[in-house]
């Protein structure tokens, strides 16, 4: 069993958005490593402890922790961005963990363009492929198959989304092919996805951190570009699903 932690940066919307990109963010771990990389996670968290004062329960928000601090403003803001430079190393040591982006450009798409929806249909056919070609790092089983553990986000609608997808789920064919779709139901993502509060989940908080260091790559705030935090996505490259997009270096599906 694959299990896919989904988070998210930059906000879906179109008329009067203050993003004009949204990227959305799947860390891929196969059920054998799920506690191995537990443990791992809980020892990093430990460490911040004991060097920062980050208390265990605190969340690592990636956004809010280094704009909106909240309860973690007693943290220096410098030491709040070595926390997410340190994050980012540790989740660059989990060799079988498997980092799927997504990036919509926003810019010209039209008014009924749903960027939730195209965002969220092409993270789960990856998902659904990398499973169905066995491309994914670390173990496997015979007969693996796949699940989807979001942040709370809007949950009737990936929830529809995904059973849609199971009876009807149209993709254009490769030009060579001509035109017209073909029908690739999901089968290897299996039950509805399960819902948690990212405060309650280490995997979720690592998803989260893609997420923010992808967009800050390329769209860094002031803050990031001046302490070269940009950059700290680049750690994460030994993780980064890279057979999701042959069209781009890193593996990010662009839409």
């Keep these: 069993m694959y299990l896919m932690y989904v988070d998210e940066s930059g906000d879906v919307g179109l008329a009067g958005s203050p993003t004009q990109h949204f990227v959305l963010t799947g860390i891929v771990m196969h059920e054998l490593r799920w506690s191995g990389y537990l443990d791992q996670l809980v020892d990093f968290r430990k460490r911040m ?7 265990m329960r605190e969340e690592i928000h990636a956004s809010e922790f280094i704009n909106r ?7 220096a803001k410098s030491n709040r961005l070595t926390i997410l430079r340190n994050f980012a190393d540790e989740l660059g ?3 079988d963990f498997n980092v799927i982006n997504v990036i919509v450009n926003k810019n010209g798409k039209p008014m009924n363009y749903d960027v939730f929806d195209m965002a969220w249909r092409t993270l789960l056919q990856r998902f659904e492929n990398t ?6 790092r670390g173990p496997t089983n015979a007969d693996d198959k796949g699940m989807i553990i979001a942040d709370n986000t809007d949950v009737n609608k990936l929830t529809k989304l995904i059973r849609q997808m199971r009876r009807y789920n149209p993709i254009p064919h490769n030009p060579v092919h001509g035109m017209g779709y073909r029908n690739l139901m999901l089968k290897y993502i299996i ?12 995997f979720i ?4 951190l893609a997420a923010y260091l992808l967009y800050q790559y390329y769209w860094p705030n002031t803050y990031m570009r001046k302490k070269s935090g940009k950059n700290y996505f680049l750690k994460l490259n ?8 042959s069209a781009d270096p890193l593996g990010i599906v662009w839409l």
Excluded: W
């Design 131 to 136: 499973i169905s070609h066995r491309n994914f």
């Design 49 to 55: 402890l004991k060097t920062f004062g980050l208390h």
């Design 93 to 95: 040591t989990m060799t």
């Design 191 to 202: 039950e509805d996805p399960n819902f948690r509060d990212s405060e309650d989940s280490y």
């Design 205 to 208: 908080q690592a998803a989260d």
């Design 69 to 75: 601090p909240r309860s973690v403003s007693r943290i």
């Design 238 to 245: 030994p993780i980064l699903c890279k057979v999701a997009s």
